[in-house]
Nanobody, 125 residues
Framework: QVRLVESGGALVHPGGSLRLSCTAS????????IGWFRQVPGKERKGVAC???????WYDDRVKGRFTISVDRATNTMYLQMDRLQPEDTATYFC???????????????????WGNGTQVTVSL
């Protein structure tokens, strides 16, 4: 059974940084497609960053240059480092993984086989 557990969400001031974590059990993250998604109330969940099993990564234009996705093989944990946060980054963030080697940033959400429960990030003064 695959389980993903996020942590790290918090209230942060604009311009600040935050690192989200997602620890997995039942699936080795660094050899599968993984991703981070975010959702605000009333809107659909959207891809933020994803990483394939060969370490190639993709980012949504709204976070490119500010967010970094990574994986620690030893702890089987994926991270989303978020720098220069802006109020529009406020959302619930979800980690996801696929049985596939390749990640999916803009494909149907159902292409991701496993999801965490989400962690809230609020960027505000």
């Amino acid at each position: 059974q695959v389980r993903l557990v996020e942590s790290g969400g918090a209230l942060v001031h604009p311009g600040g940084s935050l690192r989200l974590s997602c620890t997995a059990s039942g699936l080795q993250l660094d050899s599968h497609g993984i991703g981070w998604f975010r959702q605000v109330p009333g809107k659909e969940r959207k891809g933020v960053a994803c990483r394939s099993g060969d370490a190639s990564s993709w980012y949504d234009d709204r976070v490119k240059g500010r967010f970094t996705i990574s994986v620690d093989r030893a702890t089987n944990t994926m991270y989303l480092q978020m720098d220069r946060l802006q109020p529009e980054d406020t959302a619930t963030y979800f980690c996801a993984s696929r049985r596939s080697f390749y990640c999916s940033l803009y494909g149907p959400l159902k292409e991701n086989d496993y999801w965490g429960n989400g962690t809230q990030v609020t960027v505000s003064l």
